[in-house]
């Protein structure tokens, strides 16, 4: 008899809503409106993907059949109403692909990730075989492997993906996300600072440098 369908953490919850965010895809209605996400996938609400005939809506071409399926938008509520479906879908998964028991942090980082990169790629991954075989720190190093997508076909690390994945790590780990959010951010932001900096050091006008003394002229002769 499959086991009662465990309930998200809330911690788990305001991690994905941090990383997903609430964007509105259109600001000048009232609603929440469609938007594509940095994978060219139309989304709405906290990372609701939008699908049509079985597949993803993806790029320009779609936009009109995302706008369709919500033609006045959605609310906040109906936002939150449909993250929560996602999570109770995801949920599922994750315990019927799951083998050893779950801390209430290890459950919630493992819906964060499957919602994110999707349950056929926790079905597959080295993070699923490390944990089934009881390798719970294996486990959670393997959440770094997950930080590029593809953009314009090319696979590529994505900052705010380094940033989730830390932060799923340290929660899988019992411990504070959001401080390991803070740190990645600072981190990610560095060598932006950097060439900020480098750019300032260029473009400053060097001072001239300082003037010697000058030489006393010799006294003037003296009439014999």
């Known amino acids: 008899m499959p086991a009662p369908l465990r309930d998200v953490p809330q911690e788990a919850v305001e991690l994905i809503k941090s990383f997903e965010g609430i964007v509105d895809g259109d600001p000048r209605t009232v609603n929440l409106d469609a938007y594509l996400d940095p994978l060219g996938i139309w989304t709405i609400g906290w990372g609701h993907a939008l699908r049509f005939r079985g597949r993803f809506l993806r790029g320009a071409g779609d936009r009109g059949i995302a706008r369709a399926l919500f033609p006045g938008g959605i609310t906040r509520v109906q936002a939150e109403t449909l993250l929560r479906g996602d999570l109770v879908d995801c949920a599922a998964c994750v315990q019927a692909l799951v083998k050893p028991a779950l801390t209430d942090a290890q459950f919630g980082a493992l819906v964060s990730f499957a919602f994110n990169v999707g349950v056929a790629a926790l ?54 996300w959001r401080k390991a959010d803070r740190i990645a951010e600072r981190e990610a932001l560095r060598p932006v600072r950097q060439a900020v900096l480098r750019r300032r050091a260029r473009t400053t006008t060097p001072k001239a440098p300082p003037r010697g003394k000058r030489a006393k002229r010799p006294a003037p002769r003296k009439a014999r």
């Open 123 to 176: 079905a597959q991954s080295t993070l699923l075989r490390k944990l089934n075989a009881r390798d719970a720190a294996g486990a959670a190093d393997q959440f770094l492997v997950w930080n590029k997508g593809r953009r314009n076909g090319v696979l590529v690390e994505l900052p705010g993906l380094t940033r989730r994945r830390r932060a799923e790590r340290a929660l899988f780990l019992g411990g504070d």
